[in-house]
């Protein structure tokens, strides 16, 4: 049997191989083999049946912010008043006003919050996700938010990611000495997570307004000693040159890129890196969407995610996010389900253990409501299309 593709680039992003009257055979957790029912084996312990369904890999949501103290329904109500994102940031609200609270919160509310977050993601078919810090802006609340992180990682049964994003906001304090901040995350945060192993990636937000070109690139180095790989926010806002910069420092992958030109295009055709999309955030914000068929058309590979956090994307659907981008950016449901299924899985770095219907791999798989075709998952953009979740072979929910 052919080795499992590590993502889909262009052309191939609309190819979504299909066997139909088929079996899926699970053992111990993993999938160990596939087929038509012709061939199946007769030597199931346990039968589930899906006629008329389709079974699916399960999503793989690659950029998340779940832990946090509290939603940020009042800003919801600014932004209904025409207040931008970047009004609401500049009079303390935004990741600011996350922070605050994050320093109050208790470990134990963080950790039940999130985890009914993922109860909540995992119902709509998400087997894998990747988490950020971010919300503390200090050492003490940074650290917090991993610890929950990591914690997370044991008491899930699918996998967890946790990436570092000290530099997702310049706090107060650090108003008037923007250089004190960057050694606070060079010098400090980044080597007691080295020593704690708190982190699997590391993050900056570079764009307008936010962390510069160099700023971004000092702490990246940085993180490379301690062999931390990037992951970045990039491009939501403006042209920063985030992309770049990603690329340079062979970031794993480049997030939002609302701001992606011909420049932008050329520079990841010639990298590794794998650019991210998030429609739900400017679908929430009002922002332009990323040009996800342009970059398709130049031969890139898309990964989608549902940017869940609670000011700008405050909703884990990942079947919605499929939605949006075939509304929005242009997307074929096929390219859609590639994006976020083995594009996704690579964005984690998780492309041998999920992500497609391969030997091997996790038995994490969706199966969904009875449908004529694939295309109603984005169609029905309100619907959730899962019928059954099953994760390591057993069947999460129903």
């Known amino acids: 049997m052919e080795k499992p593709y590590p993502f889909k680039k262009g052309k191939a992003m609309s190819v979504l191989e299909r066997i139909d009257n088929a079996y899926l055979l699970m053992e111990n957790g993993l999938i160990r083999d596939f087929g038509p029912m012709s061939a199946c084996p007769d030597r199931a312990d346990k039968v589930i049946r899906a006629k008329g369904s389709f079974v699916l890999p399960c999503w793989n949501d690659s950029h998340t912010h779940i832990v946090f103290p509290a939603t940020r329904e009042g800003e919801f109500i600014d932004k209904i008043n025409g207040l931008t994102y970047e009004e609401i940031a500049e009079k303390g609200g935004g990741i600011l006003n996350s922070a605050k609270k994050m320093a109050l919160a208790e470990e134990g509310v963080l950790l039940d919050a999130a985890l009914k977050r993922v109860e909540e993601m995992i119902s709509y078919g998400t087997g894998a996700i990747e988490i950020k810090s971010g919300y503390g802006l200090n050492f003490e609340s940074e650290m917090k938010m991993l ?151 130049a031969g890139l590979g898309i990964a ?10 405050p909703s884990g659907s990942m079947p919605f996010v499929i939605s949006l981008a075939s509304i929005y950016m242009g997307m074929l449901p096929e390219e859609s389900i590639n994006a976020a299924t083995i594009n996704s899985a690579y964005a984690m770095g998780l492309e041998n253990e999920t992500g497609s ?20 998952i984005p169609y029905h953009f309100s619907k959730n299309p899962v019928e059954r979740v099953v994760i390591k072979g057993k069947i999460f929910s129903q």
């Open 147 to 297: 610890r929950v992180i990591r914690e997370l990682k044991y008491q899930v049964p699918i996998p967890i990611k946790s990436t570092f994003l000290g530099a997702h906001a310049l706090p107060v304090r650090y108003k008037k000495d923007r250089e004190a901040f960057i050694k606070n995350i060079t010098d400090y945060m980044l080597p007691h997570i080295y020593r704690e192993s708190l982190a699997d990636y590391v993050d900056v937000f570079c764009d307008k307004g936010f962390f510069t070109v160099d700023e971004t690139d000092r702490i990246l180095q940085r993180a490379a000693e301690f062999g931390l790989i990037p992951k970045i926010h990039a491009n939501e806002l403006d042209y920063s040159g985030g992309i770049q910069v990603g690329v340079k420092n062979n970031a794993l992958s480049v997030d939002h890129l609302e701001y992606t030109g011909d420049e932008e295009i050329e520079v990841l055709k010639n990298s590794n890196t794998v650019p991210t999309l998030l429609p739900s955030t400017a679908f929430y914000l009002k922002l332009k969407y990323a040009p996800a068929r342009k970059m398709i058309d």
């Open 304 to 313: 989608l995610a549902s940017d869940y956090n609670p000011g700008s994307s």
């Open 357 to 376: 219907i391969s030997v091997g791999k996790a038995a994490n798989v969706i199966i969904t409501k009875p449908m004529d075709s694939l295309a109603l």
